[in-house]
């Protein structure tokens, strides 16, 4: 019998040692991220959703995978408060939405909408949106923008080198001077 003597490193050895190995590992990992999913996308969907819902719209279709925000789109059904905007429209914002959301105390509390953390910017998005003059209808489109930024900040986190070491660190990952896990 033979007996083979390899080299293991860690994730933090690799990138030291062997940068180009490191770069392939990091690679290889991200790719196998985009494979499984988005670890907090349901989540985030859920959000998106449930605000929608808060304020008594249905979501007939939607696309929101383009980072660009260029070609995401919510279709929503009509409603006779579609076409409010100003004073009306943040009268009819605290009524249907807001409302719901404050705590004993009258204070905003967005996590109230399904208690994860994306319920924060888009209740503050679609608070912006008709405060600067949307219409409602156009505020609860204009959702796509910071529910698209969101995701993919969750994408760099996820698939970010930080996350790659914390990962490996974590689960005593070792790996070969050329990147493949052992």
């Known amino acids: 019998m033979k007996?083979?003597?390899?080299?293991?490193?860690?994730?933090?050895?690799?990138?030291s040692e062997h940068p180009d190995?490191?770069?392939?590992?990091?690679?290889?990992f991200a790719q196998g991220e985009y494979e499984n999913g988005l670890n907090w996308g349901q989540e985030m969907f859920d959000s998106l959703?449930?605000?929608?819902?808060?304020?008594?719209?249905?979501?007939?279709d939607y696309s929101l995978g383009d980072s660009s925000c260029r070609n995401n789109y919510i279709r929503l059904e009509e409603r006779k408060?579609?076409?409010?905007?100003g004073k009306r429209a943040m009268a009819w914002?605290?009524?249907n939405i807001l409302s719901k959301l404050r705590d004993k105390k009258?204070?905003?509390?967005?996590?109230?909408?399904?208690?994860?953390?994306?319920?924060?910017?888009?209740?503050?998005s679609l608070q912006e949106s008709i405060r600067t003059g949307s219409t409602i209808r156009q505020a609860f489109r204009d959702l796509v923008c910071p529910y698209v930024s969101q995701v993919d900040a969750e994408w760099e986190n996820q698939t970010s080198e930080e996350a790659f070491l914390d990962l490996s660190d974590a689960n005593d990952y070792q790996f070969s001077?050329?990147?493949r896990m052992q």
Not at 3 to 15: D, G, P
Not at 21 to 28: D, G, I, L, P, V
């Open 177 to 179: 001077a050329d990147g």
């Open 3 to 15: 007996t083979i003597e390899i080299n293991a490193y860690t994730a933090s050895e690799l990138k």
């Open 93 to 95: 914002l605290e009524n």
């Open 106 to 124: 009258g204070e905003l509390d967005a996590g109230k909408l399904t208690g994860y953390c994306m319920d924060y910017p888009l209740v503050e």
């Open 21 to 28: 190995a490191f770069k392939k590992a990091h690679e290889r």
């Open 49 to 60: 959703k449930a605000l929608i819902e808060l304020g008594g719209y249905r979501l007939k």
């Open 81 to 85: 408060c579609d076409e409010l905007s």
